[in-house]
């Protein structure tokens, strides 16, 4: 990473033209009304196709139809692996930090393969954001709906009645996120064939956000090759972390390497690196960086160095 020498008050002016930065970037990704249109609902991989034609790889899956990712081969002589990264949700296979750390990867020796991760349905992001935070303060995990059935607030209603519905409600939300969380599962194990399929062996996959939990349980999984995990800024729900220790123990350490902001809040970060000790998983091993939080684009030749120093040990 290209480090420069400035005053502070230089520092303050480049850190806002990079954020600004940031932001044209992706707003160059939306050229008309009719694929602005298309980010909102999808990850605009027709206008990625056009934008990329020599990176962009259509894959193909049985029962979810297909997916773009774009795709970059190693800028050295011998290849190291490859990198799959999953970007944070609602991210494209090119927007912020997604497609930002395909360049250093490929100067690093790796080749490079992104892939977008679609937004959850609004209802269904709403219930999950009410279940966290009902959880995080120790209160009941519902769907918001049901809320004010589990509280007692309505005492005239029978107590078996108001757990069969909140049992209902739970059902339901885990029946659509276990469908979405599949779609994802077949598009990154595409991928990964993919990848396969033009001779790389070592595989690291690399989640951003909410992209962590679905390429650690991609990886746990198993399949061919050698394969690695590296979580940058990852956020899980109370359960699906927990859910994903459990996996562990039972298929066995994966090597885990996690990148998270020594600017942001530690509670979390520190609550894994507890929850993973008490496990024994040596395998995991977390690193702050100094990086933005939410981490971006800019961050990326950073948190490259960081992953290459890591698969070089």
Known sequence: MLCLVFSLGAAGTLAQEADAADNDAEAKTAASPKERVSISLGLNHSALAVAFPDQAVWLET?????????????????AKGAVLILGDEGQGAHTKLTGALREPLVRAGWAAMS????????????????MEEQARAGGPVLAPEQSDEASGKDDKEPESEAVMIDVMTNDTFESQSDKQEAKVQAYLAAALAELGQRGYQRLVLIGVGRGAGPVARQAIAGGEGDRSVVWIAPQFGPAELKALTQQLEATGPVPLLELTSSRGARKSADARVIMMKRRFFTAYTQQPVAMSSPPKARNAGQLVGRVAAWLSD
Do not use: C, I, N, Y
Not at 62 to 78: A, I, M, N, S
Not at 124 to 129: G, P, S, T, Y
């Open 62 to 78: 049985d029962d979810h139809g297909r997916t773009l990712v774009l795709f970059e081969p190693e800028r050295t002589e011998k």
């Open 115 to 130: 892939m977008g991760l679609a937004q959850w349905p609004l209802s269904l992001a709403q219930a999950r954001h009410r």
